[in-house]
């Protein structure tokens, strides 16, 4: 199973009041893999993206589709670590690409698997 499969299967698991589609989308370059829903926040994207190291890349249409979108879009990176994965708007993402996981200023606040829920949801309705 391929790394992002293993985190998506993480994410479904630590949401379970998120309505999620995964979006496989050779039609549509650049298009987040999930799409979220709730009744309280509406739609909302995460681009998932697993590392073994600080680099992260992104395709242009990835940085396109972010940069054009840049309210309610997420990057949900996780690492060959067992511990939770980084969070980060998706406005973030031209500073993600040139800085890598050292872009510690705009993660979004994110302590356990158990948080994720809840701050992908109120960082969401913040915008």
């Excluded at 698991?13 to 509406?42: C, M, Q």
């Excluded at 309610?72 to 067992?82: A, D, M």
């Excluded at 993402?93 to 109120?122: F, Q, T, V, Y």
Aim: proline content about 6%.
């Amino acid at each position: 199973m391929k790394p992002e499969s293993k985190l998506w299967l993480k994410v479904k698991k630590h949401t379970p009041n998120i309505t999620w589609t995964r979006v496989e989308s050779w039609a549509s370059l650049g298009f987040p893999d999930l799409v979220g829903y709730t009744a309280k926040t509406g739609f909302f994207t995460v681009e998932l993206k697993v590392s073994k190291r600080n680099k992260i890349t992104f395709s242009p249409h990835q940085i396109g589709f972010h940069i054009t979108h840049p309210t309610n879009t997420f990057i949900l990176i996780g690492t060959h670590e067992p511990s939770a994965p980084i969070l980060y708007e998706g406005s973030a993402i031209k500073e993600l690409a040139a800085c890598g996981l050292e872009l510690a200023a705009c993660r979004l606040p994110l302590g356990a698997w158990s948080d994720l829920e809840e701050n992908l949801l109120l960082a969401a309705c913040r915008l």
